[in-house]
């Protein structure tokens, strides 16, 4: 992320901050585990340190491992504010009366997500068109349920645009569980 996001980031969270924290002294900004911690923290404080000094409150990173994490950290005010995909914004504004405030943008300007459809290289799946039209032969593994590009964008892109139900096509389905991916 480079400095002039953090700029633009910072002084809308400032501002909403502000507005609906009045008497707060600590605030719990929620992070998605998508590496290891020190890593998220080194890239995620230059953000803290300016929120930190736009706000004159003591914003603190909360990292959570999961998006049902983080919402529920939400639920129960142990998070004030959080970074969300769009699946898990969603399920935050539903059920903990939060509110989207600011959307991070490439340099480019596109707000673009990318799924991955992923077979080990000895696969005989070598193609989206050959999985879809051999579902019945797959297991199917999803990412996180409330992962915006790890669920919600393949069940709809890449399967329901070409009528499949992902849910049934599939020899099974696994849940997603817990993986440590390099970044």
Not at 83 to 97: K, L, P
Request: proline content about 3%; some cysteine; hydrophobic content about 40%.
């Amino acid at each position: 992320m480079k400095a002039a996001f953090y700029f633009l980031a910072s002084a809308a969270f400032a501002s909403c901050i502000l507005s609906q924290t009045v008497h707060a002294e600590t605030l719990s900004f929620g992070i998605i585990s998508t590496n290891s911690s020190s890593a998220l923290k080194q890239r995620w404080q230059p953000l803290i340190d300016e929120l930190n000094k736009q706000t004159g409150l003591d914003v603190k990173a909360y990292f959570a491992t999961d998006y049902a994490g983080l919402i529920e950290a939400m639920r129960f005010n142990k998070v004030q504010i959080g970074f969300f995909g769009n699946a898990s914004a969603i399920e935050a504004v539903d059920r903990n009366n939060g509110e989207v405030f600011a959307k991070v943008k490439y340099k480019n300007g596109e707000a673009g997500y990318y799924s991955l459809l992923i077979t080990n290289s000895d696969s005989k799946w070598k193609s989206p068109d050959q999985v879809l039209k051999n579902t019945k032969e797959i297991n199917l593994d999803f990412g996180d349920p409330n992962s915006t590009s790890g669920t919600l964008v393949s069940s709809y892109y890449l399967f329901a645009k070409n009528g499949i139900n992902a849910k049934t096509a599939f020899k099974s389905v696994v849940p997603a569980m817990k993986r440590t991916c390099p970044r």
